[in-house]
């Protein structure tokens, strides 16, 4: 799982509505929640904004959090690449300054770095407030209220699982677009990550809470649910049962009112005949899918403890487009993993020239301290720098080319309000269609804008790097209706 499949908007944390003079209220403190990380650490941060609300606070408005009228910062951090934590000392360091000017605002670090540094957070940053771990979200009222108290940080890290986080109060970013856990942990030993360390062991939620958060989901509006987990394919093993997953996809498909439902991340050695059947046959399960490489080099896979080989790995990806030709794929590929050669890299490059990825996620190796490929020998910076920039060359003009396909085709957008740069100026809508893409629409004159939550039906006018446009002239017989 990693952030870069999400756009900023739907990375960003909700902000609340202006109060008028009448609500206008600071409760027990105004706060605003920063994450940095993936689609987990997000959903954690809607669980962390909903225990603080329960617990008296307000979350902050646009105005309030820009003039930094807030009185307390949380920062929900991600411990898999090193530039993460680069950024997360440099902003708390940022923090400091701002704690200067208003000596009552409070500054509270969680995730998996605060899971991961513990001690050496309030140590090196002595103006924190609050460390709290992965499985801690539910303490962080009562360690920032000890904390004015003692008047030094409080550091709560627990190893075990004593509940799932679903069970804390949540305040959805999105009130159309909801992220489901289904587990959390991992149970895996790749070599170069720190998840296992950070998250713990998997453990999977009942199947019946899950489909009763997804009903609830749905019942406040939510018309797309993203089910998450480390490994979301290999939810039920834990109890035997390697078919829960696809049982669960198709219970979803079940659930009235719920129109799209997608996953991340699932691993290639647990994805199962049946669950690309059940992608397959269940309406309202997209055609989208990110499926993790790491390398094509049979050799590195070992290395890293990957426990698939290339040719399963494509293997699988003829079986998905089999069944559902209008698949998009994405990735996950580290370049410069300890010990990669020039042979082992251009194995990758063949197995993603004959993949035709829609997107991948490079990454150039990042070494975590407590992981064993930290202590294998390392490839030069050069070297992977030289190979990274190929990989990406090659990756860009494969995405280019499959955009391309999508001209003059018409495409289901769920209009989601994840604003591009130029949409205002643009009179355009954004959001993702059926396979994911993001796609800007343009509304033509005469006819409704859409809301977020309408779905949209458009003709694609033009495929950019990354994103599609749909600019339709119903008058030339292109296509643009709205859906409510």
């Known amino acids: ?3 870069d499949m999400m756009t900023e908007a739907e990375r960003a944390s909700k902000l609340a509505e202006p109060a008028t003079e009448d609500t206008a209220t600071r409760g027990k403190g105004v706060f605003y929640v920063h994450t940095l990380g993936c689609q987990m650490n997000v959903h954690d941060s809607e669980r962390i904004a909903g225990v603080l609300e329960a617990d008296g606070y307000v979350p902050a408005t646009e105005e309030q959090y820009l003039d930094h009228d807030v009185d307390l910062i949380v920062m929900n951090t991600c411990a898999v690449r ?18 200067r000017q208003r000596p009552n605002l409070q500054i509270a670090v969680g ?15 002595p103006w924190v407030d609050a460390v709290f771990g992965t499985k801690n979200i539910g303490s962080l009222p009562q360690l920032l209220d000890q904390a004015r108290i003692e008047g030094h940080a409080q550091v709560k890290v627990k190893e075990e699982l004593n509940y799932f986080p679903s069970q804390l109060p949540t305040d959805r970013a999105s009130k159309v677009s909801s992220w489901v856990a289904i587990s959390v942990g991992c149970n895996n030993t790749c070599t170069f990550c720190i998840v296992p360390t950070t998250r713990g062991k998997e453990h999977d ?13 749905v019942d406040e509006g939510a018309k797309e649910v993203t089910l998450l987990g480390q490994n979301v394919n290999s939810f039920g093993y834990g109890i035997g049962d390697r078919f829960a997953f696809s049982k669960l996809l198709r219970a979803c498909g079940e659930i009235e009112g719920l129109e799209r439902v997608r996953f991340t991340s699932p691993h290639p050695a647990a994805f199962t005949d049946d669950v690309i059947a059940a992608m397959a046959e269940t309406p309202n399960v997209m055609h989208q899918l990110h ?19 290339s040719a399963k790995f494509l293997d699988i990806l003829r079986k998905i487009r089999e069944a559902m030709p209008d698949a998009q794929i994405s990735t996950d590929i580290i370049v410069g993993f300890p010990g990669e050669t020039e042979e082992d890299f251009q194995k990758t490059l063949r197995v993603v020239e004959e993949a035709r990825f829609a997107s991948a996620f490079t990454f150039i190796y990042s070494p975590r301290p407590g992981t064993p490929a930290a202590e294998m ?7 992977v720098q030289d190979r990274f920039e190929r990989l990406v060359a090659l990756q860009e003009r494969i995405t280019e080319e499959n955009l391309k396909t999508f001209e003059g085709r018409d495409v289901e957008v769920m209009v989601t309000g994840a604003s591009g740069k130029k949409d205002a100026a643009t009179h355009r809508v954004t959001g993702r269609e059926k396979t994911g893409v993001l796609v800007h629409v343009g509304v033509p004159e005469g006819e409704p804008m859409p809301q977020v939550g309408d779905f949209v039906t458009a003709t694609i006018t033009h495929a950019g790097r990354h994103n599609l446009i749909a600019d339709p002239d119903p008058k030339a017989g292109q296509t643009y209706a709205v859906r409510h």
């Not at 998996?112 to 540094?117: E, G, K, N, S, Y």
């Not at 094509?296 to 896979?301: A, F, P």
């Open 111 to 125: 995730g998996c770095m605060a899971q991961l540094d513990r001690e050496k957070i309030a140590k090196k940053a």
């Open 82 to 99: 090193e530039n993460a934590a680069e950024r997360m000392y440099g902003t708390i360091g940022l923090w400091a300054e701002l704690k």
């Open 1 to 3: 799982m990693n952030e």
């Open 205 to 217: 939620r009942r199947p019946g809470d899950i489909l009763a958060e997804i009903r609830q989901c």
């Open 291 to 309: 499926f993790p490489l790491q390398s094509g080099s049979d050799r590195i896979l070992r290395a890293m403890r990957r426990s698939y080989r």
């Open 377 to 383: 020998e390392q490839v030069s910076h050069d070297v």
